[in-house]
Structure formats: structure tokens, C-alpha cells
């Protein structure tokens, strides 16, 4: 098993630039999910998802949009890039919801200029 | 809406003593405390949780407590080592109102040889 697997890595975007964050796994996990990591505040959710077809808002939503078609994919969309957005992202997944470890992705870094 | 504080931000041990880091959360509803370990450059990975009808958990030198009535729940190093060297998040979960979890600011802990 591959387990949780994000692309890109690394990320450079302009201000007003949209662009996905890839975030798969391999797992038959039902709950998915989005967090950004940045110094001092720790990992806040941005959106989860409980099953295919189902998303919902977690902390910090504004400015990303999420969607999931599939049970493997959890895609987070950047619709038009602020420098605030500039953070580590990390997708995550647990068999079903909250009550099971959730395995973590290695992490997308990205700057927004 | 829900809140994880986390205390104390940075440790310092001595190989060989113990560290505990506690945390307080505001989500009576929550049921599941998770703590993950994540050194520099990686993903955060589980070390150890504890369910809300349980008072206290141990693994080998990891312990964690709960007082649901205080809503405090704090984790235990014992017999530090240098590769316990890594920052520590404490989180909380709830089905209510959402699937989230809410994660603490994180602890960064150094045991110096």
C-alpha cells in the first residue's frame, strides 16, 4: 500500500494564480481531510469529507473549494492564491470518522509570492 | 467554536526524565483524544489516543490521562530518549455538529543528552 500520497511537494504560485492540490489514497478510507500547518497554530482543518460525494467546512474554508468524486481522491482547489495561503498542507485519512487514527500525507509546501 | 490549548510550547529534558505536556479542550461533545509525533521534515504520525470512557492509557513509556470533567487530558514520556525529540500535537474529536478534530498548537520538545 502507498497509503496517503500528495502532489505536488513543493509549490510557487503568484497572487490570484488558481491551481489543485492532489491528495489519493489507497486505503478504502471513508474520511478524508485537509489541514494547513503553519508556525505556532498547530494543524487547522480546512475541509473533510465523510464518503464519496460528501464535504464539508472544517476551520479555515474560505479561500479553498474541495470535492470528492471517489473514495480515493480529495483534491483541495486554491481558487485564486493569497499570500495568507502560504503553508504546509497536509491531507489526511482514517477509516471511517473521527474515532480512527488518521494517517497522514507527506505534506504539500507552498508559497504564494 | 472549538478550541485545543496546549502547554507548555517548547521542553527541555534531560535524557533519561519525564515530560508531560497537557492540554484543555472546549468541546464537551468530544470523545476521541489523539496525540501524533511529528519530527522536522515529516508527516505527523499517531502515538498513542484515548476514548472518552477511559481514564488512562498506557503504551510502553507513553501514558495519557483524561478528566473529562476538567476536560484536561495531558501525555507522559518517561525514561526520555533523543529520538523523542519532536514537536507534539494533542488533538480532539467530536461527531457533533461535524466529523472534526481540532488539534493544539503543538509542544516542541528537546531531550539533550
Known amino acids: 500500500n502507498a497509503g496517503v500520497t500528495q502532489t505536488p511537494k513543493f509549490q510557487v504560485l503568484k497572487t490570484g494564480q488558481s491551481m489543485t492540490l492532489q491528495c489519493a489514497q489507497d486505503?478504502?478510507?471513508?474520511?478524508m481531510s485537509w489541514y494547513r500547518q503553519d508556525p505556532g497554530m498547530g494543524l487547522r482543518l480546512i475541509h473533510y469529507?465523510?464518503?464519496?460525494?460528501?464535504?464539508d467546512q472544517g476551520e479555515v474554508p474560505n479561500g479553498y473549494n474541495v470535492s470528492r468524486s471517489t473514495t480515493e481522491d480529495f483534491p483541495l482547489r486554491l481558487l485564486s492564491a493569497a499570500p495568507s495561503q502560504t503553508s504546509v498542507y497536509f491531507c489526511?485519512?482514517?477509516?471511517?470518522?473521527?474515532?480512527?487514527?488518521?494517517?497522514f500525507g507527506p505534506g504539500t509546501r507552498l508559497t504564494v509570492t | 467554536g472549538e478550541n485545543v490549548e496546549q502547554h507548555p510550547s517548547t521542553l527541555s529534558v534531560q535524557e533519561g526524565d519525564s515530560a508531560v505536556i497537557k492540554c484543555t479542550y472546549s468541546d464537551s461533545a468530544s470523545n476521541y483524544f489523539p496525540w501524533y509525533k511529528q519530527e522536522l521534515g515529516k508527516r505527523p504520525q499517531l502515538i498513542i489516543d484515548?476514548?472518552?470512557?477511559?481514564g488512562e492509557k498506557k503504551d510502553q513509556r507513553i501514558a495519557v490521562t483524561l478528566n473529562k470533567t476538567a476536560k484536561h487530558f495531558s501525555l507522559h514520556i518517561t525514561e526520555t530518549q533523543p529520538e523523542d525529540s519532536a514537536v507534539y500535537f494533542c488533538?480532539?474529536?467530536?461527531?457533533?455538529?461535524?466529523?472534526?478534530?481540532?488539534f493544539g498548537a503543538g509542544t516542541r520538545l528537546f531531550v539533550k543528552a
Open positions: 484515548i476514548r472518552s470512557n477511559v
Open positions: 469529507s465523510v464518503g464519496a460525494g460528501i464535504t
Open positions: 488533538a480532539a474529536s467530536s461527531s457533533t455538529g461535524g466529523f472534526k478534530t481540532i
Open positions: 486505503m478504502n478510507h471513508e474520511y
Open positions: 489526511a485519512s482514517s477509516l471511517r470518522d473521527v474515532g480512527y487514527e488518521q494517517y
